[in-house]
């Protein structure tokens, strides 16, 4: 996390001339990592960024190679999940200076200004163009993670033959694709809701963006793509009957 200049002076959807905030800052770098090549790690690079004066840009990364990245899955899903949220750390880097950092303590203000959506956000939030493969690399990992659950536990096997019988008509069966995946969703989410909690608790989240982690998930896997994952949901079914 980098910390920039007042924002009184920042236009953070403006790249032209007159605005010093012409570069958008990933904050899982670098680009060509083999960690952020899969489908996770796409995911995780588009997750969260935030513009900054092109001089600290060259200054971090004259610096830095780039955080520690997450590795596994789960541990690609927790990032994600808990940087679209909207999670802030309380320290930034301070790299006004060329080829020196300083890690400062952000006091409550200056961590409420950082953590503002107009300040952090995630990458499908400003950008022009490619909004929809942003939306649907971050939906394709987060609809690939929850099929991973074993959602048996918490469907029935009635709802779950139903789904999967050929005769099933259209309707219902789109009905009933919705409600499992929502059902496994939940469950990709249960060993992140204490850390999100804890994470409010500690005042990470500006109280503007605390909405249940269920619903951060669901602003990119909306029920109009919930269908292009019905063949996936069937074989992962199908295969642990």
Same mark, same amino acid.
Not at 8 to 14: D, L, T, V
Not at 95 to 103: E, F, L, T
């Given at each position: 996390m980098e910390r920039s200049p007042p924002k =009184?002076?920042?236009? =953070? %959807? *403006?790249h032209g001339t007159g605005d010093v905030f012409h570069d958008y800052h990933h904050h899982f770098?670098? +680009?060509?990592?083999?960690? &952020?090549?899969?489908v996770g790690g796409r995911a995780v690079r588009f997750s969260r960024g935030q513009f900054l004066p092109r001089? &600290?840009?060259?200054n971090y990364h004259a610096i830095f190679d780039g955080p520690q990245l997450p590795g596994s899955s789960a541990e690609k899903y927790r990032a994600c999940v &808990?940087?679209?949220a909207g999670i802030v750390p309380r320290q930034a880097l301070d /790299? =006004?200076? #060329? $080829?020196?950092? *300083?890690?400062l303590e952000l006091s409550p203000k200056d961590h409420s200004e950082l953590s503002a959506s107009r300040s952090v956000f995630v990458e499908r939030a400003f950008r022009r163009r490619g909004d929809m493969y942003v +939306? #649907?690399?971050?939906?394709? !990992? !987060?609809? %690939?993670?929850?099929?991973?659950?074993? /959602?048996?536990? /918490? /469907?029935?096997? #009635?709802?779950? $033959?139903? !789904?999967?019988? %050929? #005769?099933?008509?259209? +309707?219902r069966k789109k009905e009933l694709g919705n409600f499992i995946l929502k059902e496994a969703l939940g469950m990709s989410l249960d060993s992140l809701i204490p850390l999100h909690e804890e994470s409010q608790k500690e005042g990470l989240l500006p109280a503007v963006r605390q909405r249940p982690l269920l619903k951060v998930v669901r602003t990119f896997l909306t029920n109009d793509l919930f269908p292009n994952h019905y063949g996936s949901l069937a074989h992962s079914l199908s295969r642990a009957s």
């Open positions: =009184s002076s920042q236009e =953070s %959807e *403006n770098h670098p +680009r060509r990592h083999d960690l &952020l090549q899969d001089y &600290l840009h060259d &808990l940087a679209c /790299v =006004s200076h #060329k $080829g020196s950092y *300083n890690i +939306r #649907k690399q971050i939906a394709q !990992f !987060f609809a %690939e993670y929850a099929l991973q659950q074993n /959602v048996h536990l /918490v /469907v029935s096997e #009635k709802v779950i $033959g139903e !789904f999967l019988d %050929e #005769k099933t008509e259209a +309707r």
